[in-house]
T-cell receptor
């Protein structure tokens, strides 16, 4: 299966520690997205890459969060000085991307199974 | 007020029942409307999408879009045990949108 892969699946850490998550997208996909999902809520957009360029960032992405996609393939999301409120599922998605009117077609975002972050 | 409001549920229905899941939206820029299914401890998977007012059918699933009322729904016919999951509506301003805006999800349980 060559779907979106995320590692680790679960991370438990103490408040104040730094954590880093990795996402490996579907190989031919040039777009990569990070979302955060808390219990009982839908995913919320955090940031998006087109190849290696980070083109959009949500206001949810505070200064403690940083994302990279250095070679336009895998991506990492780092959270510094973790807080209780950072406890959530962090989802990565990838898609093909093209700008302009797609004539009714959709470029679906394919999601990984997420990294569940628990802050003690 | 959230841009997307989804009936929260949870819903429990017997096998074979017809289920209707609903979302309303307030942002008229939304053009594409999707339904995702999310099993426990898994990522969301795309079920269906639509961009035209009216109904779109795919097997046991029908997606309905009413742009005038800013309302979408997902109808599941002949529900099965494997349909037990959380259903998320999602919306975007284009087909190759850079971000999706999700509803909060409806948890559905199909009972034997």
């Amino acid at each position: 299966d060559t779907g979106v892969s995320q590692d680790p699946r679960h991370k438990i850490t103490k408040r104040g520690q730094n954590v880093t998550f990795r996402c490996d997208p579907i190989s031919e996909h040039n777009r990569l997205y990070w979302y955060r999902q808390t219990l009982g809520q839908g995913p919320e957009f955090l940031t998006y890459f087109q190849n290696e360029a980070q083109l959009e960032k949500s206001r949810l992405l505070s200064d403690r969060f940083s994302a990279e996609r250095p070679k336009g393939s895998f991506s990492t999301l780092e959270i510094q000085r973790t807080e209780q409120g950072d406890s959530a599922m962090y989802l990565c998605a990838s898609s093909l991307g093209e700008d302009g009117w797609a004539g009714g077609r959709i470029q679906p975002q394919h999601f990984g199974d997420g990294t569940r972050l628990s802050i003690l | 007020q959230k841009e997307v409001e989804q009936d929260p549920g949870p819903l429990s229905v017997p096998e074979g029942a017809i289920v209707s899941l609903n979302c309303t939206y307030s942002n008229s820029a939304f053009q594409y409307f999707m339904w995702y299914r999310q099993y426990s401890r898994k990522g969301p998977e795309l079920l269906m999408y639509t961009y035209s007012s009216g109904n779109k059918e795919d097997g046991r699933f029908t997606a309905q879009l009413n742009r005038a009322s800013q309302y979408i729904s997902l109808l599941i016919r002949d529900s099965k045990l494997s349909d037990s999951a959380t259903y998320l509506c999602a919306m975007s301003s284009s087909g190759s949108a850079r971000q999706l805006t999700f509803g909060s999800g409806t948890q559905l349980t199909v009972l034997p």
